[in-house]
């Protein structure tokens, strides 16, 4: 049984925290506690504007996020962890070598997907991005409540 999933991007201000409010809601049925963290995190800063107002129209409520950075402490608390890349794997396996086999991509389940970071890009990538986000984190859901 997988209790707390840690959700893990880059710069913890667009994709993570993204795919942390869509799989929270997807599992409010569940005791699942999820999180999100940064391989470089944006210490401090808030959930990226783009990011914020596709949530906002998808008619999420969003609370307040800082973004924060991956430490070995965060993994090693998680039963799961999700990443956005592959080569997020290896940043994470980096921080915590330990973490080998509870290391996923988030896009698992559709032929491991990557998804690829939207930041700077504009809406239509956001959009994108989103849209596998949403995809992948209700394949997660389903798994994970039957």
């Known amino acids: 049984m997988f209790n707390k999933i840690l959700i893990v991007c880059v710069g913890n201000i667009c ?3 993204t795919a942390e409010k869509l799989l929270h809601s997807a599992l409010a049925s569940s005791c699942i506690e999820v999180r999100s963290a940064g391989l470089a995190a944006l210490q401090d800063h808030p959930l990226e504007p783009m990011a914020s107002r596709l949530l906002e129209e998808r008619g999420y409520t969003l609370l307040a996020h800082s973004a ?3 430490t070995r402490a965060a993994v090693s608390d998680a039963d799961l962890v999700l990443v956005m890349e592959q080569r997020h794997i290896d940043g994470v396996l980096e921080v915590a070598p330990e973490a080998r086999g509870k ?4 896009g698992k389940w ?3 997907r990557e998804i690829k970071d939207p930041y700077r890009q ?3 990538a956001f959009i994108h991005a989103f849209a596998l986000i949403e995809q992948a984190t209700q394949a997660w859901a389903s798994r994970l409540l039957s």
């Open 122 to 124: 504009g809406r239509s």
């Open 68 to 70: 924060r950075q991956l």
């Open 15 to 17: 994709r993570s925290p």
């Open 103 to 106: 290391v996923f991509l988030l």
């Open 110 to 112: 559709q032929h491991d």
